[in-house]
């Protein structure tokens, strides 16, 4: 396999291009995995044979290695090596939530809070959750972290009754509530491509004007009840979103 990835590189190296060699290489390295030349839980060649093989700089490489590490492409390892990040198949149609869908396929999620309150709804939160204005409300903010890194952020909004002491939820939101015997009838999505700014970037440890994935998700009750809106930013480097539609 490693043979067949360093062949694929040299085929798209040209030291007459005026595009820098460690941006060449990143290209063909990330046009490999798109192929399938090499497949997410595969290692790349170590640096130095890299280097060897394609007769550049060890610094060239390691240049590109950080910046593949930094678009969530890769993993870089100490005594280990540079594995290819396995995409994260997160499932629209399923009522288990993120956590329970990653950890079913043997990953590991850890949430960066940024807010736990009760808060006043207002006009537009409101009107999505089908409250009036200035209803009290349960805000959450976090940063998802898969696998060791940040892949999503989310605003989560929840009618008090159904997270009356938000800041006392740790684990998974929908493991709480399947511990109380809520369940829905139904979950809406709306899904908008955009660019990643500023902002975004600092939190997602990845590049301004990277691919993102707005998600708009409305989750409902048997009783007709809104019991939750969100607005999700997905990585779009990162996660396959899977639909099912009934048959």
């Known amino acids: ?9 040299k085929n798209k190296l040209n030291a007459k291009l005026a595009m820098p060699l460690y941006l060449q290489l990143q290209q063909a390295i990330e046009s490999a995995i798109e192929h399938k030349i090499i497949n997410a839980g595969d290692y790349l060649p170590a640096e130095r044979n890299l280097a060897h093989e394609l007769n550049i700089s060890r610094v060239t490489v390691s240049k590109t290695m950080q910046s593949l590490k930094k678009k969530g492409l890769v993993i870089r390892q100490q005594g280990i090596g540079t594995q290819i990040t396995k995409y994260l198949g997160y499932s629209l149609s399923r009522e288990s939530g993120f956590t329970a869908q990653v950890m079913s396929a043997g990953g590991i999620v850890t949430t960066e809070w940024l807010l736990r309150i009760l808060t006043e709804a207002n006009a537009d939160i409101s009107a999505k959750l089908g409250l009036p204005t200035g209803s009290l409300i349960a805000q959450l903010r976090r940063i998802r972290i898969a696998n060791g890194q940040p892949v999503s952020f989310e605003n989560n909004y929840i009618p008090a009754q159904y997270l009356p002491e938000p800041d006392k939820l740790a684990g998974s939101l929908y493991a709480l509530w399947e511990s109380q015997g809520i369940s829905f009838s139904s979950v809406q999505h709306k899904i908008k491509a955009i660019s990643c700014n500023s902002q975004q970037a600092e939190w997602l440890n990845t590049l301004e004007g990277s691919p993102l994935l707005l998600v708009h998700q409305t ?13 999700i930013v997905c990585r779009g480097d990162v996660y396959e979103l899977e639909f099912n539609t009934p048959s």
């Open 1 to 9: 396999m490693q043979e067949r990835i360093v062949e694929w590189i």
């Open 219 to 231: 989750s409902t009750l048997n009783t007709g009840i809104i019991i939750e809106y969100s607005e």
